[in-house]
């Protein structure tokens, strides 16, 4: 088992100023997995993401991740050297493409170190050159591999921002699939999909996992995604872990059912998040 970790959360702790966002949190997530982090708003869910991502410096914890050649902790790694040297990639709550730019600019945008790298920043690159010339190919067969798994081959000439969103949703996924992660790390990809781009997204989601053996660490509000396709699910409420196990378990955990429907409030569950939490809608 211990081989197949790939991410390992040691006592992470996030403040800002007075507000505890994350409070002592640990936990692993294993290579070629769908490890779901979910909790009522505010629970601290993206907060973990801009930890491992280096947008926020932990104020305690290790973060390490387990590459292919040793352990890297991520929390002493400068935030933009974490995609390149890391492998970890991520995806936005609110989608951020280059909307200005093609589908498949975006696609070559994001191979952009490993082709500056095969220019050796010389003019070889601006004649498209030797090294360049076969890195800029293989970046362009990248690319349309991408499209063709996110089914927008057709769109490739497109203006990113004319896209349909769920379009634009499956683009953000494909841009950072092509910088070749270890972690992909997607924030509420399913928000604002309809049921039939939801079942798609579980179809890619699922394939990035077994195909490519990618680990994801998903955070969605969409419980049906969640129960789908997670092997393992993380529940937080006001930044502590309430439970942590497979689906089956987390859904029929009272701590998970009263963090979902409140202490004190009267508002019901909406109905699909009742069905998939296994509990009476109106129980409250
Ligand atoms: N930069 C920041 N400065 C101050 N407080 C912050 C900052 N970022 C997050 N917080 C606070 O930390 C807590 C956790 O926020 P976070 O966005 O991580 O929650 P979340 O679980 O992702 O919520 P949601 O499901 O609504 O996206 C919230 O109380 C939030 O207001």
New binding site residues.
């Given amino acids: 088992m211990t081989d197949n970790k790939l991410l390992e959360v040691e006592h992470l702790t996030?403040r800002?100023?007075g507000?505890v966002?994350?409070d002592d949190l640990s936990f692993t997530a294993n290579k070629s997995e769908i490890t779901a982090i979910i909790?009522?708003?505010?629970?601290?869910?993206?907060?973990?993401f801009?930890c491992l991502t280096g947008f926020?410096v932990p104020t305690e914890g290790r973060l390490t991740l387990h590459a292919n050649d040793g352990p890297r902790l991520l929390e002493r790694t400068e935030g933009f050297r974490i995609p390149r040297n890391n492998g970890v990639a991520r995806t936005f709550?609110n989608i951020r493409l280059f909307t200005g730019m093609t589908v498949l600019e975006n696609l070559i945008v994001a191979q952009h170190n490993r082709l500056m790298e095969a220019s050796a920043f010389s003019i070889a690159g601006l004649f498209n050159l030797g090294r360049y010339a076969k890195a800029e190919k293989e970046a362009i067969e990248k690319a349309k591999f991408w499209l063709n798994k996110v089914g927008l081959y057709d769109q490739a000439d497109w203006n990113a921002g004319n896209l349909p969103y769920g379009s634009q949703r499956r683009l953000e996924i494909a841009r950072a699939m092509c910088t070749d992660p270890s972690l992909l790390c997607l924030?509420?990809p399913a928000a604002g999909l309809n049921p039939r781009e939801s079942a798609e997204l579980n179809i890619l989601l699922q394939s990035i996992r077994d195909d490519q053996g990618v680990g994801c660490l998903l955070?969605e509000?969409d419980m049906s995604v969640v129960m789908q396709i997670s092997d393992h699910v993380i529940v937080?409420d006001y930044?502590r872990k309430i439970a942590d196990g497979n689906p089956d378990a987390v859904k029929n955990d009272p701590a998970v059912i009263r963090a979902y429907l409140g202490e004190e409030e009267d508002d019901e569950l909406p109905p699909e998040v009742a069905a998939d939490l296994n509990v009476d809608p109106n129980a409250h």
Avoid at 41 to 46: I, L, R
């Fill in positions: 996030m800002f100023g507000l966002a994350i909790g009522p708003n505010g629970a601290g869910k993206t907060t973990v801009n926020y709550q924030d509420e955070i509000h937080l930044g």
